[in-house]
Nanobody
Framework: QVQFVESGGGPVQPGGSLRLSCVAS????????MAWYRRAPGKQRELVAR???????HYADSVQGRFTISRNYDRRTVYLEMNDLKPEDTAIYYC????????WGQGTQVTVSS
């Protein structure tokens, strides 16, 4: 059974930082590019960052230079380091494979507010 368990979100002030984690299971983790997505209130889910073997990383323009995606193959975990957070980063953050599987996790809420 494919499963994604996200954690690390919470409330943070503008300019602050958070590190999100996602543990993946139920599929061959090493064979897939991984990605973080987010859904802001009233908006569709969007791709934030991806990491693909031999291709490296890629970021949405809105987070370029502030967010960093990484992965640990042994721990089957994907990370999203988020710095200089802005109110517009407020969203529920999800991880999934780069071409997403239909099984989404619960996500982790990030709220950026003063």
């Amino acid at each position: 059974q494919v499963q994604f368990v996200e954690s690390g979100g919470g409330p943070v002030q503008p300019g602050g930082s958070l590190r999100l984690s996602c543990v993946a299971s139920g599929f061959n983790f090493r064979s897939y590019g991984m990605a973080w997505y987010r859904r802001a209130p009233g908006k569709q889910r969007e791709l934030v960052a991806r990491i693909i073997a031999f291709q490296g990383t890629h970021y949405a323009d809105s987070v370029q230079g502030r967010f960093t995606i990484s992965r640990n193959y042994d721990r089957r975990t994907v990370y999203l380091e988020m710095n200089d957070l802005k109110p517009e980063d407020t969203a529920i953050y999800y991880c999934n494979t780069y071409q997403p599987k239909p099984d989404w996790g619960q996500g982790t809420q990030v709220t950026v507010s003063s």
